[in-house]
């Protein structure tokens, strides 16, 4: 193993969590590198260190700090270790590092995510051994580390924190992309000086592709197959009759979006431009568009014609392609200085209003609900993790040709996604957070909605209840007590087998005495009345740490541990009892 440390696995919880780490190295025990910009001018001993950094796990803090330690560290006491940090507004994958360092031999330390949001902040290291290797820069020339990827295997109740790298497909495109302005001999950048360890690094940068720990997305196909978009280029894919395979695409990126068409053709799209096209019975074929774009939606309107969602410099772009040549043709576009391109007002006589905005399109959803299409565009004003401000705006738009239409009334919900048997509807505030959103189990036939509640009834000592009085506490006391609503969060989607039948797994805040502080306890819970009231289940999950219910599948519980490991389980007993149905690899 390239490096090893112990984290427990339960440390994944529902909300993101602010920790505050004590006893790390702060700036003074380092050099704080500048990031190479157009202002940068080389000293005599300097070259360039670049390098990409990728968290195997959706939804994380990454990484923005690279250590790095000369080989005469210990020579004297004012040697200190190099510190990069990540470029930032990057439409890519991970984070990206480019910084002039002075030559001699290093290796890597650590890689660090550092966030700083008020009075606290947030700190991570992830440390390297003596066989993740060392690289020598030398005055005027680049050194390319290729990616390094952090991948926390899971191995029994604890995860093994890995680091290792991988080389770069194209050395040098760091600069090439993100410092046009900086001037080098591609031909004569370097890497990681040679040693023996190159195959059991590809060995297992090929274990931890096909044993993904988290999904990005989750797509049902016409013929019910299910499709989980995975990290570097991985689909994982559970059919019609209960099988699962794997399946990849030549990426390192990750894949974000996904369409498949009644022939089974099919389209995957992700970040740097990542899009590829696989007809039915034959390989991938690599369709991918320019690299400072993200391919965020696809979408068949019929089975030759392919609409794609592109977000690039601050805007997105609405396409179309036949299958049958690939030749794009813009529909569409957006951005919040200048909205709709393509745009037909209430009034034909209204002029488009000016705008001025520094906000950026970060993110788009689509709903479709009562034969009514609808995109929102997200913004937020600050780019930075913390702190920022959500902006966004929908509109109403044809699906054939992509003309948006403003609205005079929104709609109702946010998103309706499948839960079993029945649908999941969410209301348009809160749509951040499944948390603050009211939910409703929906009837899209019918139009009609069922609100789903999120509390349990709790009496003395976590005693749950339907009743409206709690039992006697005493023959002597004749009152009774009302039950005290205790709220919870969804982990995930409620699943309902029936029109009343449903379960979900749910967070709920309850105070730790050994922390001394009020977390989240998992529970796996169920309701008989179609969501107005919920009661813990007396069955339990297969693991703590697996919180995700698939809502495709309707005739039983598909549970994932995503965010964890790649484990699925499956209940035909409302949870009595679980097959372990896809495992993840021991290696």
Known sequence: MLNISIAPRYLCTLILTCVILSGCATTSDVNLLETLSPATVLKQDEGVVI??????KHRQ???NQVTIVPENLNASETIKPERLQAIENVATTGTVFMSPVKSGRYALNSVRAFYIFGERWYSHFASTDAQMGTFEVKPGEVVDLGTIIYYPKPQDDMYVETLFHIPANNPGEILTRHAPYYSFDQSQVRGWLEDEQEEDRETLYASVAQNPISFANTYQAPDETIYFLAKFGVLVIRDANGDWDIDAVDTNQDLISVAVNSRGDMAVGGHEGTLFWKPEGQDWQDRSQPKDSIVRHLKFTD???????TLKDNRLTISSTQTDNFEWQQRNSFDFNSGWANYQPLKESAKKSKRTSKRTVDELSILTIDDKHFITVYAMHDPDFFGNTIKSEIYQFDPESWVVYEIEDEPEFSAVVPAGLGELAMEREGFW?????????????TQTKTEINNHFYVCNKNQYTLEQQCPLASKSSPSKKKPVKRSFTFASTPI????????????????DKEKGERV????????????????PSTHSLPEPYCHKLVGYVKT????SCSGS?????ESFDAGASWEHVRQQENF
Not at 51 to 56: L, T
Not at 303 to 309: H, K, N, P, R, S
Not at 520 to 535: H, L, N, R, V
């Open 565 to 569: 490991t790649g484990d699925f389980y």
């Open 433 to 445: 957070s499944l948390g603050d959103s009211q939910l409703y189990k929906y009837n899209s036939q």
């Open 520 to 535: 989240q306890k998992i529970k796996f819970a169920e309701t008989k009345d179609a969501g107005a009231s919920w009661m």
């Open 496 to 511: 309902f087998l029936n029109e009343t039948d449903g379960y979900a797994v749910v967070g709920v805040p309850e105070y």
């Open 51 to 56: 390098v990409r950094v990728m968290h195997a």
């Open 61 to 63: 803090l990454e990484f």
């Open 556 to 559: 039983h519980l598909l549970l």
């Open 303 to 309: 089975d030759d014609t392919l609409f794609m969602a």
